[in-house]
């Protein structure tokens, strides 16, 4: 398979698994999309959805959220990890949104990554899934999947969204970088990998994964 081939075959297979695909964060509009992805970092998008509940029904939005303090917002979302960073973050961002934004999210990368707490792939995530924006978030099973199948060196998320963005036309990347991620969970897990059930990595993966793959299962 030449490249292209291998990028039409991931494109075509990842289509037919997620005709639809469902956006893993429970939110309401761009504002609570912004604090969900905040607190997803080093946590689960389980127990995210678990916690926003009982932190929007408090504040839904950034001028409700300053009326809380940091002490408050951290005891709501401790479970979700970090939480005295991201209380921080949470109420810090919500007060510029009201002094320079007018209470609203801005639509621009760069913009949101000036506000506290939000790096790179969060302001991407929200401008992708809260305004259609094309952009490419990559998270850790994006980051593993587009090593194992051979289109990116997996040095770093920078050097794979660059990868990914240059592979894939612009017009997909909203949906395809959430179609990566449910099928690295569903197929390409980081643990308990089962090759036969991976059909895109089976049938394109580099060949060091897969023959590290195959050492890994004799060994056993």
């Known amino acids: 398979m030449t490249k292209q081939e291998k990028v ?43 916690i926003t509940p009982i932190l929007f029904a408090k504040a839904d939005n950034p001028y409700a959220m300053v009326k809380l303090t940091v002490d408050e917002i951290r005891d709501i979302i401790r479970p979700v990890g970090l939480s005295p960073m991201k209380s921080k973050g949470i ?73 990914a963005k240059r592979l894939f036309p612009i017009e997909v990347w909203n949906k395809l970088h959430l179609q990566i991620i449910w099928y690295g969970r569903e197929y390409s897990p980081a643990r308990g990998w089962d090759l036969e059930k991976d059909v895109i990595t089976s049938t394109i993966g580099r060949k060091t994964v897969l023959t590290e793959y195959h050492k890994s299962k004799k060994g056993r």
């Open 8 to 50: 039409d075959f991931t494109l075509k297979t990842l289509d037919k698994l997620y005709p639809t695909i469902p956006i893993p964060l429970d939110h309401r509009d761009p504002y609570t999309l912004l604090i969900a992805v905040l607190l997803s970092a080093q946590s689960t998008d389980v127990r995210v959805n678990q």
């Open 91 to 163: 109420h810090g961002l919500s007060q510029i949104l009201i002094d320079k934004y007018n209470g609203e999210v801005p639509q621009e990368i760069e913009l949101l990554e000036e506000l506290p707490a939000v790096g790179h792939k969060t302001a991407s995530v929200v401008v992708s899934q809260a305004f259609g924006i094309p952009a490419f978030p990559v998270d850790t099973h994006i980051h593993r999947l587009m090593y194992r199948w051979g289109f990116s060196n997996g040095k770093n998320v920078v050097q794979t969204e660059k990868d």
